[in-house]
């Protein structure tokens, strides 16, 4: 969407013409990505990956999409993804939350919670889809996983542990 800046001029009282446009200024864009300050982690590698994925789904390429997922979790098909990135409008990120999740061996590992709100055109139904992610490290790399629901409750503990009051 533009829009157009045209200067008036009149002299003297007389009756003003429509000047020719002189310029077409594009009408401002609301960030597209939204990636509070507040809610980086002390991890760079883990903010780097969370706007890696935000601006990979923004472009649409679901090839590159589909890399971002870990072995062990199915990203939503092709013709899904596609469809649902042509209308978002805006990603927003709601919530990176670090939580410990147990290991074959037994040491608990490192995983973040994503949450993020997603507005879509406004002709969309909903206009606003909300998506819960995992980061997990696998081989050596940040991955996407779907949180099962036992990995939701220690999600909640350790939200509930960061504002200072009981879990639900």
Known sequence: MAFTVALWACAGGLACEK?????????????LIVFPEHLRVEDPAVNEFVEHTMRTCVSGDYDAFRLLWSATSEPMGRRDFERGWQAVRQIRLDALVPFRNAADSGVPELRYYIKASIDLDPAADPPTRSVQLVAVREESQWRLAKPS????????????????????
């Open 19 to 31: 000047p020719a446009p002189l310029k077409n200024v594009p009408a401002p864009e609301p960030e």
């Open 149 to 168: 629901k036992t990995q939701l409750d220690k999600i909640a503990e350790a939200i509930a542990q960061a504002d200072g009051r009981a879990a639900p």
